[in-house]
């Protein structure tokens, strides 16, 4: 028999050693492990994300199926490209269980990567050139009603020629404007706590893509801060800090908020005044900035602004244009990813006092606030 099970020939579903040589490991997290490797044939570079499998009784995961359907459906530049699905070959040596990988497309950098390096400096045209892109992508897989449901810096792919894509749809799903009773009951732990948007740290499980643009926003301001703008340890403390940047979680501001599964179990600061522009100010010197940013992190979802107004916001349109990315990029030959940075760190300390040893974080970075 398991000679049997050497010998069967899947062709559509192709041997990734025969296929694929692996160079480096470029990302790891829940997911499971990314790779760096080079097409044998035609010495093309790809990512190979190996699919988890190892708590799998009952066939291949359903959350892989999931992603492998959606990126099937998504065709878009702004959106990586899934060129196929390879395997290892059964054999007594992994108990004839196949290993699967999804394989990608390039990019050279994740953008968590890019602001991690303080050599790496964005002119405000090339920002403009970033934010226009992700939101382009976030426009068509919206208007194709998926959710990406994980937006966050290293999430986010950029060639080395300045190209963005929208990567990791592990956490992605298809989403219907609720019509039934009671709306739709989609889970609410999903996205990294640190750009979470206030309706699914309350319990919302009837949302849609404003939930991704608030992820936008906290990308947005990063562009700027060079490091997350709100790193809560605990939902609690998220909510906290949400609170103190974009004022008190109050019915008045955001009507219906009240009926959230969580409102009267969290607490939530009183008397807090909106200070995302003030806050911000400091990095941020570009009042068109400020504003569409103020935008994106509204409290209400049903006022955050959406892809489609947020492309054609004043942002964009005027001076300094969007700018090509390429020029800049290309100063940097080395790749740059979330996973082969170092942490990115707090502005410089005192020199009397030694820093306290931060505990390990899995997103790789300090805490800090703006």
């Known amino acids: 028999m398991a000679c049997k099970v050497e010998e069967l020939e899947f062709p559509f579903c192709r041997e990734v050693n025969a296929e694929y040589e692996k160079l480096a490991k470029i990302g790891q997290g829940t997911f499971g492990e990314v790779f760096k490797a080079r097409n044998k044939k035609?010495?093309?570079?790809?990512?190979?994300?190996?699919?988890?499998?190892?708590?799998?009784k009952e066939g291949f995961p359903i959350t892989a199926l999931r992603e492998i359907r959606i990126l099937q459906l998504l065709k878009n530049e702004n959106v990586v490209r899934l060129i196929e699905i390879c395997r290892t070959k059964a054999s007594a040596f992994n108990r004839f269980r196949s290993t699967f990988y999804l394989v990608f497309e390039f990019c050279e950098h994740d953008l968590a990567g890019l602001l991690s390096n303080a050599n790496v400096k964005f002119s405000l045209g090339e920002i403009k050139t970033v934010m226009q892109q992700l939101l382009n992508g976030l426009y068509y897989i919206h208007s194709n009603k998926i959710l990406h449901r994980d937006m966050k810096a290293a999430n986010i792919l950029i060639t080395k020629t300045g190209k963005l894509k929208l990567a990791d749809f592990g956490l992605a799903r298809a989403f219907s404007l609720s019509s039934k009773e009671g709306g739709n009951r989609y889970t609410n732990r999903v996205v990294t706590l640190w750009y979470r948007p206030p309706e699914l740290l309350l319990g919302d499980r009837d949302y849609g893509p404003p939930i991704d643009m608030w992820g936008a926003g906290c990308i947005m301001a990063e562009m700027w801060t060079r490091s997350p703008i709100m790193q809560g340890s605990t939902e609690q403390h998220q909510l906290t800090l949400i609170s103190q940047l974009c004022g008190s979680i109050t019915p008045e501001v955001w009507p219906g908020v009240d009926?959230?599964?969580?409102?009267?179990?969290?607490?939530?600061?009183?008397?807090?005044?909106?200070?995302?522009?003030?806050?911000l100010k400091a990095y941020v010197r570009d009042q068109y900035a400020l504003d569409l940013l103020d935008k994106l992190l509204n409290l209400d979802p049903k006022q955050r602004l959406n892809s489609d107004n947020a492309l054609n916001h004043d942002f964009f349109w005027e001076d300094p244009m969007p700018a090509d990315l390429s020029k800049m990029l290309g100063q940097h030959t080395q790749s740059m990813f979330e996973f082969l940075a170092p942490p990115r760190r707090r502005g410089p300390q005192p020199h009397h006092a030694a820093p306290k040893p931060a505990p390990p974080n899995p997103d790789q970075h300090f805490e800090r606030v703006f």
């Open 259 to 279: 009926r959230l599964d969580h409102y009267g179990k969290l607490e939530l600061p009183k008397n807090q005044k909106r200070k995302v522009k003030d806050r």
């Open 42 to 56: 035609d010495r093309s570079l790809v990512a190979l994300k190996k699919v988890l499998m190892e708590n799998e």
